[in-house]
T-cell receptor, first 115, second 112 residues
Framework: NAGVTQTPKFRILKIGQSMTLQCTQDMNHNYMYWYRQDPGMGLKLIYYSVGAGITDKGEVPNGYNVSRSTTEDFPLRLELAAPSQTSVYFC??????????????FGDGTRLSIL | DAKTTQPTSMDCAEGRAANLPCNHSTISGNEYVYWYRQIHSQGPQYIIHGLKNNETNEMASLIITEDRKSSTLILPHATLRDTAVYYCIVREVGFGNEKLTFGTGTRLTIIP
């Protein structure tokens, strides 16, 4: 049982390039999330999804896009990379069971630098 | 979501109980207290959560005061692998409220 798997672990992009951060979970979780964490700061929610075909914006969605075509996968797309998007990106998921207080499970992150 | 206040850093001797406080004086009746930790360069790890009763699992215990305005996370026998940043999060559970507000947390260092 791998949990939440993120790829790649590290990436350097040039300004204006695009890329997709991959996230997959094998726990059959309904909810999936993308966060970013800047140095010395807490996590900020970018986008989330409550199930396949349904996504919604978090706190800091500008500059990012997501899709959720399957339960397992929730990729995050950067279309025009900017230095302000240099950060560590975490994907998380949780199960909807008997209510909404189930904890989130996180991947190990993608460290992205935009130069 | 209610704001939380935690000490910036704490030290604890290996083998001792680590007690991490959290103040959430503006918590409302339907907000849960969650604890996560983040070991260097890893993703956050869920520890425990509770509403008003004390909770215990294989990792830790959570003590919530009767007025719910503060709580304490207890790691009963701290090991070097417990060195991490610990986040106390207060969150109203409900559909449409999916944000976990991570503050700056408490940096716990376990001393050999």
């Amino acid at each position: 049982n791998a949990g939440v798997t993120q790829t790649p672990k590290f990436r350097i992009l040039k300004i204006g390039q695009s890329m997709t951060l991959q996230c997959t979970q094998d726990m059959n979780h309904n909810y999936m999330y993308w966060y970013r964490q800047d140095p010395g700061m807490g996590l900020k929610l970018i986008y989330y999804s409550v199930g396949a075909g349904i996504t919604d914006k978090g706190e800091v969605p500008n500059g990012y896009n997501v899709s959720r075509s399957t339960t397992e996968d929730f990729p995050l797309r950067l279309e025009l990379a900017a230095p302000s998007q240099t950060s560590v990106y975490f994907c998380a998921s949780r199960f909807l069971k008997g209510g909404v207080n189930q904890p989130q499970h996180f991947g190990d992150g993608t460290r992205l630098s935009i130069l | 979501d209610a704001k939380t206040t935690q000490p910036t850093s704490m030290d604890c001797a290996e083998g001792r109980a680590a007690n991490l406080p959290c103040n959430h004086s503006t918590i409302s009746g339907n907000e849960y207290v969650y604890w996560y930790r983040q070991i260097h360069s890893q993703g956050p790890q869920y520890i425990i959560h509770g509403l008003k009763n004390n909770e215990t699992n294989e990792m830790a215990s959570l003590i919530i005061t009767e007025d719910r305005k503060s709580s304490t996370l207890i790691l009963p026998h701290a090991t070097l692998r417990d060195t991490a940043v610990y986040y106390c999060i207060v969150r109203e559970v409900g559909f449409g409220n999916e944000k976990l507000t991570f503050g700056t947390g408490t940096r716990l260092t376990i001393i050999p």
